[in-house]
């Protein structure tokens, strides 16, 4: 009794000394202690709770997540809708909004504002009751959003017990990110496992935290930053941001640091010209600044337009530029044979990540533009994701710089490059051409396809540099001998991807459409081909008219069909697809009065648990019907994440929405099997 008492003290003492630590390193930045030492007093808490499971309480530092399944994630109604900024894009714009504050507020005094880093990460609700986190969610539509409790337990700055209790209920929104270089780190890695890497940090953060899997959120390196206090029970009294911002800080949880209190609108200019060129020096990448009125009684009074708050905006930087070098031009090869031309740059550090190439497109871009090898140019990252070519800085030509000319023989197979009139884009005409070969496959095992799990472009690389494939029918010729002497593959990683291969021949048709690669066939069209035939060989039978006359099928895309029908080595290929088992029937609706029958849907915003071809798949299985556009006629709208004006529209014609969560319930009343 006596030790259990003495254990008692000790394991408080050490979970105050810990929280304090982890403030000190988490939020004040600025850690007292070594790794070592910490490490230690986690350890020793840790043995002592081992010997005395009694005196576990949830809030406890070794409480943190790290494994464990996970439900999928549940729904959950924020206590207030979950705002966005409208956006100034010059020192102009950011003066007139100032203007219009002063005019709605009827004041001329000058307007103080908190100016703070717009994060780009993924938006985070935390909640805590009595002072200990209850519940983390991310911000969905707005209005609900997913909870992502035990994922978000696994950051470490994220408190799972404030330093003071507050209020009985506290809800605070944050924003969680990945440090650029902790990013690069992840898509090295993944790169290596064979996984697709994350095109940006935001992206990074957003899969890591929607993982079902706690213990995957736990291995990535997730940080956050809270910036505001959108509700207490009972109600606090809060008068400013600057205000807001320091008591977040007081409670323990991590404010960025960078955050400014302006006088007026002409500092809030300054930080913006300031950042817009610093920003590079951060170790975490921002997407512009979040300028907000400091009076939040103001703020109150200006009220909102749609979504925005009035008296919030966001200034978002100008794309980020940068001087660099076309050392070669090449040509790459993809799947339809397109032949594109793709600069290969001196490698320069931009918006967060290093770029070493940019795409072309096609010979007139190239012609447009001027751009020669040699060439000093500008790179930007459009939309600050994908690297493009903005000029040529012809002021630093030489005379020795050699322009490009669009080659006339395939690079991969020696056929001819053809350009159709009429057309921007030249074409390799070889049907056997490997570089086609070696898409179409990737393309194949593709998620939207035939969704082949292990099968990414590394190891399809690696099975066409074995000799193993030359096509996808090879794919399923592969024994465990094939692969067992292949470089990263083991005796379990050959059983699994010969598992997922023999499991991608049960898909229904629709997937294979998608999977076969015919030009202008995508997820949609695919479907109402599968629907309409019903199996491979009645739409490999059908000619032009017949095709024309389904509805949504125009003469484009039938003409595309016929003539991979017609092509005998495409009908050689699906001989071998259907010698090695592969499924050519669509599902049929079983029930064709099930409420979902002939209902229309419309999706908008990302999905969790499903990709686009997914949920398509689910309700047309089902007899509903997806549509690309709201309208009178729809009957559901189902919303995603980050959904765009659809849900406004569907707000405004009254037509039923429904969340993921409500959108599986419908589902699973239906007693389908699409999931
Ligand atoms: S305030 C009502 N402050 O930027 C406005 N947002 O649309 C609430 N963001 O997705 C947002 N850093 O997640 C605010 N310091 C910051 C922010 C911030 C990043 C994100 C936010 C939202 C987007 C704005």
Redesign the pocket.
Known sequence: MADLEAARRRVEALREEIRHHDYLYYVLDSPAITDQEYDRLMQELRSLEEQFPQLVTPDSPTQRVSGGLHEAFGTVTHPVP????ANAYSAAELRAFDARLKKMLGSQEPIEYVA????????IALTYADGVLTQAAT?GNGLQGEDVTANIKTIKSVPLKLRHRVAERLWI?G?AYMRTQDFAQLNEARELAGEPRFANPRNAAAGSIRQLDPAVTAGRPLFI?C??ILAAEPELQVETQWQALSLLKEWGLPV?PECKLCANIEEVIDYCTYWTEKRGTLDYEIDGI?V?INSLAAYRELGFTGH??RG?I?FKFPAEQRQTKVKDIIVQVGRTGAITPLAILEPVRIAGSVVSRASLHNEDYVKTKDIRIGDTVIIQKAGDVIPEVVRVVTAERTGAEIPFVMPERCPACGAKAVREPGEAVTRCVGLACPAQQRERIIHFASKDALDIEGLGPAVVDQLITAGLITDVVDLYRLKPEDLVGLERFGPKSAENLLRAIAESKTRPLARLLVALGIRFVGTRVAQILADHFGNLDRLAQADQAELEAIPEIGPRIAESLVGFFREEQNRAVIEGLREAGVNFVQPQVHNKDTPLAGKTFVLTGTLQSFTRAEATEAITSRGGKVSGSVSKRTDYVVVGADPGSKLTKAQELGITILSEEEFKQLLSEQGGDAE
């Open positions: 979950l705002l966005s900024l703070e880093l717009k994060i780009d990460g993924l938006t911000r929104r924003e930053y910036y505001s960025n979040v907000k925005n708050p919030h966001a």
